[in-house]
């Protein structure tokens, strides 16, 4: 079966440095998302890209965040000069055309100190 | 905006039924997720309603009034292994290009 494919499973970083998470979609699917969990919590949205451009983002998904699709295979949230705050498990997902099911990768666990 | 209510926890009995509710409020509605994650894992899609009524897979299924802002998963024939947690999550009109958890039911199960 298809899989989204997240790396690293585990990044720890210290306050103030960047961080690039790296995802895979599903090879035709064509909507991307990332949302993060915080230990314990629900899964908020971050922001989805279609098309090569972000569709929607959230409030969380400040000037401190960004995405890209460099090469038609690869999705990456970027965190600039991370906050203890960031610490929190990153998920992408994707989905088909018919936008109703996602599939989401096993996640970055992210751990900023 | 939306918001998604859902009990925070549900415990029950290997080999029985167990329900767990969801509510929602949208400024439109298309459509309402249900999603499986165990510990440390991703969620998993379960089902999707965008109309009312029952939707069946397997031992799991999924129920929708639109009228109500109402929708619940339906496990049966509980086994350990659906130890998890259970989130429903709501496409709207206004942002489809996205869908909203609620902040999950954690349903354990006794032997």
């Known amino acids: 079966e298809p899989e989204v494919t997240q790396t690293p499973s585990h990044q720890v970083t210290q306050m103030g440095q960047e961080v690039i998470l790296r995802c895979v979609p599903i090879s035709n699917h064509l909507y991307f998302y990332w949302y993060r969990q915080i230990l314990g919590q629900k899964v908020e949205f971050l922001v989805s890209f279609y098309n090569n451009e972000i569709s929607e983002k959230s409030e969380i998904f400040d000037d401190q965040f960004s995405v890209e699709r460099p090469d038609g295979s690869n999705f990456t949230l970027k965190i600039r000069s991370t906050k203890l705050e960031d610490s929190a498990m990153y998920f992408c997902?994707?989905?088909?055309?018919?936008?109703?099911?996602?599939?989401f990768g096993s996640g970055t666990r992210l751990t900023v100190v | 905006g939306q918001s998604l209510e859902q009990p925070s926890e549900v415990t029950a009995v290997e080999g029985a039924i167990v329900q767990i509710n969801c509510t929602y409020q949208?400024?439109?509605?298309?459509?309402l997720s249900w999603y499986q994650q165990h510990d440390g894992g991703a969620p998993t899609f379960l089902s999707y309603n965008a109309l009312d009524g029952l939707e069946e897979t397997g031992r799991f299924s999924s129920f929708l009034s639109r009228s109500d802002s109402y929708g619940y998963l339906l496990l049966q024939e509980l086994q350990m292994k659906d130890s998890a947690s259970y989130f429903c999550a709501v496409r709207d009109q206004s942002s489809a290009s996205k869908i909203i958890f609620g902040s999950g039911t954690r349903l354990s199960i006794r032997p």
């Open positions: 949208t400024s439109g509605f298309y459509g």
């Open positions: 997902a994707s989905t088909g055309q018919t936008n109703y099911g996602y599939t």
